[in-house]
């Protein structure tokens, strides 16, 4: 294998690995698997329509990682995937996907992942997502996601979605069935900076008796950025749902937050909470009269506020 | 060391006339000393420590610390050069947390002493040091751990805005235990500590009455304690009759 110095920033910035790691991996390079390993309960094949990962992981298997990342490096390449992961009954497992994009062309590039994630009965699943753009040229880093999530009966999963840096223009479409007893938090966490734009559009479906779907944003917008954030719960049974979207607004950024309750049943309780606003005046004061400069308190708590 | 020369605030309130909320304050800050600042409600207590502090700026008058003019300084600077204050109500940040700022007030503690500060103000480090900042934190905590940041910088000024509020009684001792053990008779720094608490007052050196922006009374406070105390205690007792005498 032939990675390049960027190849392993950015997989070091989207999945925090230095060097390749131990157990099921595999890494997309502009279009091309670079790496592909199975273990032993987790197998990753090519799916049946050979447009993407069909990843399969075994029941009960325990306390394992996947690494899917990919990354595109070719300048104006526009790379489509379809990704299907299986996380089969009773297993606890982390998939780690992301996308880091490096373009120093004129041209843009981008990467659209089409995700299907099935969780199925009394299984835990932890996705992380992590977003990542470079490169000096004019031409834009672009990034599509759409995943699509299905919770069967008691599963568990939480998915954290990140965007910090470098990412020109997103379309984030996520929907999510949940099942019985079966409980999903999404957690997703944006900064936007330039001329950038994001959208992300989040809809649960809160199907099962006793199921529970939470969506909890945080994002700051600088500079002409615009935000558009978009999240639905719909509760279609006896079932709980939060989305609560907090966004730190700087500059001559735009936010839009769009929260949508949509109850189908009388025993839905479903509830949300939207704030947008500046840096509050009196926590700058507070850090400064610490002794820290007006720039490292604002630093400071925009770093907080997207942890 | 911390000297007020004919320092005066003004405002312009909302209707647009200009009010003077402190006027012309004139006090030299002794070094080792612990100051109590007390008065009514309004009285411009908080005005003066935010003007000390640089968050306010004076109008007129000049601020001098160890000799230097710092009446231009901002809050970054008069920090670094020894001021410290602990907010009336302290903002909150939502994801910060307790060791962030311990860290922040005291840049390079370690474990130990990271440990020892939040102890110190009778917080258990265990359950405390990565507890958000954010509206999850009870007033009284929020209070605590904004007095544990200010105990942990070495300042030549500390001023605690009404340390007791919102804290509990047992802790309230404790804390003013505190204070005076670090600042009464330290020749390297001074303590002021805006209260309202009678069990503080009479235990610091000097009293300090600010009313309608003016000082009123000054003196030690085996001066001026007996005067204020009735006062204090009859203000109280004017409250509740006034509850009965409606009733009635
Ligand atoms: N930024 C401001 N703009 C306008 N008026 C102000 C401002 N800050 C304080 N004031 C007014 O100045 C007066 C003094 O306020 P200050 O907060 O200093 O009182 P205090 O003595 O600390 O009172 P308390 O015991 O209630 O804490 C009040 O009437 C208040 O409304
Ligand atoms: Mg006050």
């Known amino acids: ?307 | 060391m911390l000297k007020l020369e004919n320092v005066s605030m003004t405002v312009n309130n909302s209707n647009g006339f200009r009010r003077e909320i402190i006027r012309d304050i004139n006090i030299d800050f002794e070094p080792g000393k612990l100051y109590a600042i007390t008065g009514p409600n309004g009285g411009g207590k908080t005005t003066l420590a935010k003007v000390i502090m640089g968050i306010y700026q004076h109008s007129t008058g000049n601020i001098y610390l160890n000799g230097e003019d710092i009446s231009e300084l901002g809050v970054t600077e008069r920090a670094r050069r020894g001021i410290a204050y602990a907010f009336q109500q302290p903002p909150r940040f939502k994801g910060l947390n307790v060791s962030d700022l311990i860290k922040i007030a005291s840049p390079g503690v370690d474990g130990m002493g990271l440990r020892k500060k939040i102890r110190d103000v009778g917080l258990c480090p265990e359950d405390y040091l990565d507890r958000d900042m954010g509206p999850g934190l009870s007033g009284g905590e929020a209070k605590r751990i904004e007095i544990a940041q200010v105990l942990s910088r070495d300042s030549i000024i500390s001023i605690f805005d009404e340390p007791e509020a919102g804290v509990d009684l047992w802790t309230v001792q404790r804390l003013i235990g505190l204070i005076v053990q670090k600042y009464q008779d330290n020749p390297q720094s001074t303590a002021i500590i805006i209260t309202h608490h009678e069990n503080v007052l009479p235990i610091c050196d000097e009293i300090i009455v600010l009313e309608e922006g003016l000082i009123k009374l000054r003196g030690s406070s085996e001066e001026i304690w007996p005067l204020i105390r009735d006062d204090v205690q009859c203000k109280m007792r004017e409250q509740c009759r006034g509850e009965v005498c409606y009733e009635l």
């Open chain 1, 1 to 307: 294998m032939n990675f390049k110095p960027v190849d392993m920033q950015l997989l070091d910035m989207i999945s925090n690995i230095k060097s390749i790691p131990a157990g099921a991996i595999n890494i997309r390079r502009d279009g091309e698997p670079v790496i592909r390993q199975s273990s032993p309960n987790i197998k990753i094949g090519t799916n049946a329509d050979n447009n993407g990962l069909l990843v399969e992981i075994k029941p009960g298997t325990r306390d394992e990682t996947v690494h899917v990342p990919v990354i595109v490096t070719k300048a104006g390449f526009h790379d489509k995937v379809y990704n299907t992961f299986v996380v089969g009954e009773d297993a606890d497992v982390t998939i780690i996907a992301g996308c880091g994009i490096h373009n120093d062309s004129h041209s843009d590039s981008g990467h659209d992942g089409i995700h299907e994630i099935i969780v199925k009965k009394g299984a835990r699943m932890k996705y992380v997502e992590k977003h990542y753009g470079e490169g000096n040229g004019q031409g834009k880093r672009i990034l599509n996601p759409t995943t699509n999530i299905f919770l069967e009966t008691g599963a568990i999963a939480e998915m954290e979605m990140v965007q910090i840096k470098g990412v020109d223009d997103t379309v984030r479409t996520t929907i999510a069935h949940i099942g019985d007893k079966a409980s999903l938090k999404i957690v997703e966490r944006l900064m936007t900076h330039g001329e950038q734009k994001a959208v992300s559009d989040v809809r649960l479906y809160i199907e099962g008796r006793g199921g529970s779907g939470q969506i909890l944003s945080r994002s700051i917008g600088r500079d002409n950025s615009v935000q558009v954030f978009k999240a639905a719960l719909v509760g279609q049974n006896e079932c709980l749902g939060h989305v609560e979207c907090d966004a730190i607004i700087m500059h001559k950024a735009r936010i839009q937050s769009i929260p949508e309750l949509i109850a189908e049943n009388a025993e839905a309780v479903l509830t949300h909470e939207a704030a947008i606003g500046k840096i509050a005046g009196e926590q700058l004061i507070k850090l400064m009269s610490l002794g820290m400069t007006e720039k490292d308190a604002i630093d400071t708590i925009l770093e907080g506020f997207l942890r």
